[in-house]
Every structure is written in structure tokens, then in C-alpha cells.
């Protein structure tokens, strides 16, 4: 229970709410665990619930109509999916994977719409959480546009290195198939990227990152 709380605590969704309420939230909520590439909700399916992901990672997709898939986002804990249904709809706009294993927190959709009409700051909550997934989608087109593959992966490792470091070693919080989705790359554009970031002094094992100049990657960006 106090691992659940905490995550809620942290949603954007639930934030303003008085803390008894998101008590009462937490003890309410339905817990599930997914497998690695377990689906939890698929793309067009009838909405039952809103999710908050309390452990692990959750990967938001969207398909075409020949069937091929691509990642749109990473949920990590405290992040929410299916909160847009708050305001109206009746299915999911995209399809939700657990990535390696994930821990989600259901809400009943009915039940939180009667909460935010009570509580309209969930209301401007929603809007806050869907203008930043619509600046994050415009920074990844301007970053489709401007950068090449391993300046994208160059710019996720510079987010990983503190600003103080001259040298990082760090590990990769997901698979680097969940990392490549995530940076709208195929996985092996993503191997090709990393290799391209060697002469950088960028060096892969496994989910580990070595980077022995912060400097000399920055300036790959």
C-alpha cells in the first residue's frame, strides 16, 4: 500500500486533490500485474478503466491499418494512460504493452468521471497532461526533421549524464527494443546509432553505458 500511494502521489492526474482523497483512491483501486509484452488495453477497445502505472514501464502504441505497430510513449511510475476518456469518448486511443514487467493501478472510468465533476481541477489536470504529450510529440517530429538517429540517441544518453560528470557509467532503465521505440528508431537503427557514437567514447554492454568523455558526447548531439 505505501509503494501504491506513493506512485499516486506523483500522478499529475491527482494533483491538487486533497490527500485523503488519493488515500481513498489508493485503497480503492484494482492492482494488476502484466508479464514482459503482456497487453493491457487494445487500440480501439470499448473503456472500461483509466491506469496509473506503479511499477515498471508501460509502452502506448498505435497501429496502421496494414497492422504495423509503432511506440508512441513510455509510461514509467506515476504516469497515467486513458485519462483523455475523463473528458468523453468510449475507447482507447491507442494500445497499451507492459514493457518489462509492469504494475498498474485500474480505475474505474465511471466512478473518476463522477470524481472530476466534483473535483474540476482533474479536469485541468487532463489538459496539463495532454499539452505536454502534445509538445512531446512536437519535439519528436522537429527531432525526426533535425536530427539523425545518433544525435537522437546522443541527446537520451546527454539526459542520463549529470551535468557536473566528465565521465558516466549508467544502465538503460528498459531493453534497448523498448529504448529504440521510445526514441521512434527501428532496433537496428538503434544498434547503428550506438555504433556511430563509439569514436564519441560511447561504449555499450548490454543495458550498461560507459561514457568516458560527457564532453565528446555532447558535442554529438
Not at 492492482?31 to 470499448?46: H, K, M, N, S, Y
Not at 497501429?63 to 509510461?75: K, P, Q
Request: glycine share 8%; with cysteine.
Amino acid at each position: 500500500m505505501p509503494a501504491k500511494n506513493s506512485a499516486l502521489l506523483q500522478s499529475d492526474l491527482f494533483d491538487g486533490l486533497d490527500q485523503a482523497i488519493v488515500q481513498q483512491l489508493a485503497a480503492t483501486a484494482e492492482l494488476r500485474t502484466f508479464a514482459p509484452d503482456e497487453r493491457i488495453v487494445a487500440e480501439g477497445q470499448e473503456a472500461s478503466f483509466v491506469y496509473c502505472v506503479i511499477g515498471g514501464f508501460v509502452r502506448l502504441s498505435k497501429s496502421e491499418s496494414a497492422g504495423r505497430e509503432a511506440d508512441i510513449y513510455v509510461c514509467e511510475p506515476g504516469d497515467t494512460f486513458g485519462e483523455y476518456l475523463l473528458s468523453g469518448g468510449g475507447s482507447y486511443a491507442y494500445s497499451a504493452w507492459s514493457a518489462d514487467g509492469a504494475e498498474v493501478a485500474l480505475f474505474d472510468l465511471a466512478d473518476l468521471r463522477a470524481l472530476a465533476e466534483r473535483h474540476p481541477v482533474m479536469h485541468r489536470n487532463v489538459m496539463r497532461i495532454m499539452a505536454r504529450y502534445l509538445l512531446g510529440a512536437m519535439d519528436c517530429i522537429a527531432g525526426d526533421r533535425l536530427h539523425t538517429a545518433a544525435q537522437r540517441v546522443a541527446n537520451y544518453l546527454m539526459s542520463r549524464c549529470p551535468a557536473s560528470a566528465s565521465q558516466v557509467t549508467f544502465r538503460l532503465p528498459y531493453r534497448k527494443r523498448i529504448l529504440a521505440g521510445k526514441l521512434g528508431l527501428a532496433p537496428e537503427a538503434l544498434s547503428r546509432a550506438f555504433a556511430a557514437l563509439v569514436p564519441a567514447g560511447v561504449e555499450i554492454r548490454g543495458k550498461v553505458v560507459l561514457v568516458d568523455s560527457v564532453d565528446q558526447l555532447r558535442k554529438a548531439c
